[in-house]
């Protein structure tokens, strides 16, 4: 009787195992038009405040919160193949590893085919921490509470209602951040930036784009090699500099101190001091509250409703 009590109830775990290893992991392999799709579903038990990373990825990853205390990973492969068997073949080679230690969601990209395209979309807690990073596709991070280090060696990098630190670095695509409380660092070789909207310390930097900040509650320090930059309501210092473009600031809070080799220089309203400094072209400030140093190589200066002291220095215009 005991024997059968004993086998009886390790069938009972055996199958709720399996019950359970069902739910979190879901597949499906169909055929789609020219293109076989496979898709897989995981999910973890977590509490606020864990970690998920995601490394040596290849594809889109997209993050977004929920109210559930679970993260959910979902895997899209699309293959370009002619045969069911071969789409079998790329579905498990292609599948990244998941795994759960501790507070740490791992997931570990697989082996990838230039005939294929791998989509993530994952849900998170709303006090989440996140670590991703993709080899070759765009990132988007939405509604979390946490630190947040991103990066893609080949993509854009998409910022929404975040909170936290948050590090965004991208090789080859545009940044857009909007709605960020916290500090905010943001990098790319190749793309534009456009930030809005930021409660907190901003940094950014690009090597081939254009800059855009609007509506920063704290300091702003943003460079580019190659683009103009463009800053409304800025409500703390500021500092910008460029070595191939133009600079608008229309409404800065405190210090401004901006820099440019090829480019004009415009400043609308400053309420601390201002330095303009351009090598290749005109300088306009108007409205300062405090003192002013405009200095040009070769354009003109004109300086218009200064508090204080205004100096103004050019070797090539009036």
Same mark, same amino acid.
């Given at each position: ?223 580019? $090699?190659? +683009? !103009? #930059?463009?800053?409304?309501? *800025?409500?703390? =210092?500021?500092? %910008? /500099?460029?070595?191939?473009? @133009? &600079? ?12 440019? $080799?090829? +480019? !004009? #220089?415009?400043?609308?309203? *400053?309420?601390? =001091?201002?330095? %303009? /400094?351009?090598?290749?072209? @005109? &300088? ?12 040009? $190589?070769? +354009? !003109? #200066? ?9 100096? %103004? ?6």
């Amino acid at each position: 009787m005991k024997r059968v009590t004993c086998i009886l109830l390790s069938l009972v775990i055996f199958i709720t195992s399996v019950l359970v290893m069902s739910a979190a992991a879901q597949e499906k392999l169909y055929r789609k038009g020219r293109y076989y799709i496979g898709e897989i579903t995981q999910a973890y038990p977590v509490k606020d405040g864990g970690l998920l990373k995601i490394l040596r990825m290849k594809g889109d990853i997209s993050v977004k919160s929920w109210d559930k205390p679970l993260v959910e990973i979902h895997q899209k492969i699309k293959m370009d193949v002619f045969t069911r068997s071969e789409a079998e073949k790329g579905f498990e080679s292609a599948k990244a590893s998941t795994q759960a230690n501790g507070k740490t969601i791992f997931v570990d990209g697989g082996s990838y085919r230039s005939w294929m395209h791998v989509d993530f979309q994952v849900n998170v807690p709303r006090a989440f921490n996140t670590k991703l990073q993709t080899r070759g596709g765009d990132l988007k991070l939405i509604g979390i509470k946490g630190d947040q280090q991103v990066s893609t060696s080949g993509g854009d990098i998409k910022l929404a209602d975040l909170s936290g630190a948050i590090q965004a670095r991208t090789s080859g695509g545009d940044i857009s951040a909007k709605r960020v409380k916290g500090t905010l660092s943001v990098a790319t070789s190749g793309g534009d930036l456009n930030l809005t909207d930021i409660a907190g310390i901003l940094s950014g930097s690009t090597s081939g784009g254009d800059v855009t900040v609007k509506n920063c509650t704290d300091r702003v320090n943003v460079s580019t $090699s190659g +683009g !103009d #930059i463009d800053i409304v309501n *800025a409500r703390d =210092d500021l500092s %910008a /500099r460029t070595s191939g473009g @133009d &600079i608008q600031i229309r409404e800065a809070g405190g210090r401004v101190s901006i820099a440019t $080799s090829g +480019g !004009d #220089i415009s400043v609308l309203k *400053a309420g601390g =001091d201002v330095n %303009a /400094r351009t090598s290749g072209g @005109d &300088i306009e400030i108007t409205d300062a509250l405090k003192n002013v140093l405009a200095l040009t $190589s070769g +354009g !003109d #200066i004109t300086i218009e409703n200064v508090a204080e002291a205004a100096v %103004a220095k050019t070797s090539g215009g009036g």
